[in-house]
């Protein structure tokens, strides 16, 4: 591994080359050349499927579908490549938790703890199976900080108490609860803990064994990876009692008109023909990550949303709603509507968020119906931040006039 090189690391970047300035990487990042060169070697090839034929071919494409499992096991520290379960993305991965681990338990009256900074992929899944068990979902509210208060969640939890939602890290504040602690207190109720690391996942190591993670979600393309590609993390006796969601090819050992029998995890959670590129693509960039200093990275990030918080908080009506060293800042201006704010930000090349960022719950907590969303990745550079806060001050001229 060579020493972090934004040059370097940005120059990887295909989707750089043009004129925009990309402050979006929270929604999803930009995919480095050796993702796109994997994604596209596979669909140039006569590969065929995984698990299906027994061409030579076919089978070297099997091994190495299969040894992406490991690859991302080894970067969530799972302790076997079997505990990993190829979803879409963390919104289908936190589906299959809520519907085939959890509603099977639930019974009336049964409650499912959910953090009041959750992204609705993991607060709408459990008001889900809620509704349909007849169970409470309980707010964790949010301390002064804005991240899920701990303090308060002993009194929360009770016999009664399932399941507890916590996300890694928020996409609006960028702030990261206390997950060791968090856990530890849920375990000692008797709740699981699922976790969404979405977020958090390109931002922070993980150590899924090390935290005891019930389970754990993320989506590839949060990471450098492609969309439609994600993996959920289960512990293994969990994963074991999972009944399958989808029912179909390669789920199944075997299938009568008198009923079937499934294969055990993670196959079995695993039904028809899988998202082969987006895997390969997902594996390339762990494989890519791997020459990437990313501690460096993520200070080196963390820096440039540091710096576009100092510059614009010299603005008057500037106000952050960013967590202490955040790579992501969300903000307002006092007497500017978010949107219009982007869409002038867009005319001059500025591509960020603006709105509710799937997270109503956290802004009806934090007091505003929406914000817009700088979010760094290490690609970026001072020139994103300088062109950030001049358009800024063009396009409030405009607004404040
Ligand atoms: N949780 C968080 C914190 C997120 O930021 C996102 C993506 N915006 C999701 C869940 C959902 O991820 P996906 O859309 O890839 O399923």
Not at 101 to 107: D, E, G, I
Not at 353 to 360: F, I, L, P, T
């Amino acid at each position: 591994m060579n020493a972090f090189s934004p040059a370097h690391f940005r120059s990887q970047f295909p989707a750089l080359s043009g004129a925009e300035s990309y402050l979006d990487s929270a929604a999803t990042t930009l995919k480095p050349e050796p993702v796109i060169a994997a994604i596209h070697q596979y669909y140039s090839s006569a590969s065929g499927s995984v698990h299906r034929s027994q061409s030579r071919q076919a089978r070297l494409l099997t091994d190495h579908f299969e040894s992406a499992r490991a690859s991302v096991a080894r970067l969530l520290r799972a302790p076997h490549p079997e505990d990993i379960v190829w979803t879409s993305g963390t919104t289908e991965a936190l589906n299959i938790v809520a519907r085939c681990y959890v509603q099977p338990r639930l019974a009336p009256g049964d409650e499912l703890i959910v953090s009041e900074a959750e992204h609705h992929a993991n607060l709408v899944p459990w008001l889900m199976v809620a509704r349909q068990c007849g169970a409470n979902v309980i707010k964790l509210p949010l301390n002064a900080q804005h991240l899920p208060d701990l303090d308060q969640l002993p009194a929360l939890l009770t016999p009664r108490t399932r399941v507890l939602a916590l996300g890694q890290m928020s996409n609006v504040t960028g702030g990261a609860p206390d997950l060791a602690r968090a856990i530890s207190l849920a375990h000692a109720s008797g709740a699981i803990v699922v976790v969404d690391g979405a977020q958090g996942i390109a931002h922070t190591a993980v150590d899924v064994n090390a935290l005891d993670i019930d389970f754990y979600a993320f989506s590839a393309h949060k990471l450098y990876g492609p969309t439609g590609t994600g993996a959920l993390y289960g512990r293994r006796e969990l994963l074991r009692e999972m009944s399958p969601w989808l029912g179909g090819g390669k789920m199944v050992k075997q299938v009568s008109f008198s009923g079937f029998t499934v294969q055990d995890a993670p196959w079995g959670l695993e039904a028809g023909t899988p998202n082969i590129a987006g895997v390969i693509g997902l594996n390339a960039a762990l494989e890519w990550l791997e020459t990437v200093d990313r501690p460096q990275a993520e200070h080196y990030t963390r820096g440039l949303a540091t710096q576009a918080e100092a510059l614009l908080s010299r603005r008057p009506g500037f106000r952050s709603y960013r967590s202490q060293d955040a790579s992501l800042l969300a903000f307002n201006f006092d007497g500017v509507h978010y949107g219009d704010l982007a869409t002038l930000l867009a005319e001059s090349g500025v591509t960020l968020r603006a709105g509710q960022h799937c997270a109503q719950p956290l802004l009806a907590a934090l007091g505003v119906s929406g914000t817009l969303r700088a979010s760094f990745a290490p690609y970026n550079t001072a020139d994103d931040v300088t062109r950030l806060v001049g358009s800024i001050d063009l396009a409030l001229d405009l607004l404040l006039d």
